[in-house]
């Protein structure tokens, strides 16, 4: 297995002097390895950046940049991709490089047992902030050094260590660190992003665009008013990522082949497309969130042969995350398998027929309203 180290294909990235330079990929293979072994992996690397983010977060100017790209919200979270905020200001990077070799007593040829490897997932550092608008609200941003933290994506962890600088060095903090602790006190979780993207610019902005120039055709399905009931993300990585993958095919027996309907190209495997990303405060609220994202387009005439929807609406977790199944039968004795990426299982399993559509699917997880339209 040839290794890559993390962070040294994140310094390329961080010197590089041109912003396409970002486009650069650290990705992860998940196939080489288990997931335990791919987690406790990216979690060293994960705790090496946070060395040298530990020593930038004592300074009030690198908090106010992080402040500002946050409230740019440009991924729809309380996140700052750490590539994007060294490329801003080269002297960060060079901080960066010295407080990892200062406080990690090694180099980055040092940090061992790296196992990110070139496959088809880019994968991106970032800072979240947990709670950032209650915390500034409050008037807590940058009063004292955040408390940093590492998450690999294991949902099973809801107490982390958190770490500070001392005078001598990294220190542990005596508080473990959980929800309740970041509702009171400011929490840097260095983490995965979990977008995908080809460049800094928002691809919600590019979304959004695409969708507002897509021409309706004959029988669109969107969906257009959803209500997320259940927390299925970790409160260490922030808002839900309510994905969904979903196939056509006829309306009895399968046929031969399956088609996915896929309007965000830009995803990886068994990601699907995103319908919705749901704060922690939209689910403890149970506010009525209204993406109005298309589900299947020209229904009718793309697929004239294809009448029933085969799909699955989970929560969408990063590789390492292992894959979860929905298994559809058709009472002919042939089935689908539909896998997803999630440390949970679906929020809604289900098939239905364009010209027997429900208008609401629901359940304790999540309802979703649907409208149907004729061009």
């Given amino acids: 297995m040839k290794n890559l180290l993390l962070l040294v294909l994140l310094l390329f990235i961080f010197g590089c002097e041109h912003e396409d330079q970002l486009q650069d990929r650290m990705k992860i293979d998940f196939d080489l390895a288990s997931t335990d072994d791919l987690q406790l992996g990216i979690e060293q690397n994960l705790s090496t ?78 800072i979240f902030i947990p709670n950032y608008d209650v915390l500034k609200e409050q008037n807590i941003l940058g009063k004292n050094n955040p408390v940093v933290i590492f998450y690999a994506g294991d949902e099973s962890i809801t107490e982390f260590p958190g770490y500070k600088i001392s005078e001598n060095g990294i220190i542990k903090t005596k508080t473990q660190v959980d929800e309740d602790f970041s509702l009171k006190n400011e929490v840097w979780v260095i983490s995965i992003n979990e977008r995908y993207f080809g460049s800094i610019a928002d691809i919600d902005m590019n979304k959004e665009k695409a969708r507002s120039q897509r021409v309706k055709g004959q029988g669109d399905l969107y969906a257009y008013q959803v209500v997320v ?84 609406i989970f929560e969408y977790d990063v590789a390492p995350t292992g894959l979860k199944s929905y298994w559809y039968n058709d009472g002919y004795g042939n089935s689908l398998e539909v896998k997803y990426r999630s440390a949970d299982y679906a929020y809604y399993e289900g098939s239905f027929l364009n010209w027997n559509l429900p208008t609401t699917i629901a359940n304790n997880n999540i309802e979703v309203n649907f409208t149907y339209t004729y061009n």
């Fill in 49 to 126: 950046i946070g060395y040298g983010i530990l020593g930038l977060s004592q300074d009030n100017s690198f908090r106010k940049m992080v402040y500002s790209e946050i409230d740019e919200s440009f991924t729809g979270d309380f996140e700052a991709l750490i590539e994007y905020l060294l490329l801003k200001n080269p002297g960060y990077a060079t901080s960066f490089d010295d407080n990892v070799v200062k406080y990690n007593g090694s180099n980055f040829a040092d940090v061992t047992n790296s196992i990110v490897q070139s496959i088809d997932l880019q994968v991106h550092p970032q």
């Fill in 229 to 312: 009931k259940q927390h299925f993300e970790s409160w260490a990585a922030g808002a839900s990522e309510v994905h969904i993958r979903k196939f056509v095919d006829a309306s009895q027996q399968l046929l031969p082949t399956q088609i996915e309907v896929k309007y965000q190209q830009y995803r990886g495997p068994f990601e699907g497309d995103r319908i919705v990303k749901a704060s922690r405060k939209d689910v403890r609220k149970q506010n009525v969130l209204t993406p109005n994202m298309p589900m299947v387009i020209n229904w009718e005439i793309e697929y004239s042969d294809r009448p029933r929807m085969i799909f699955a």
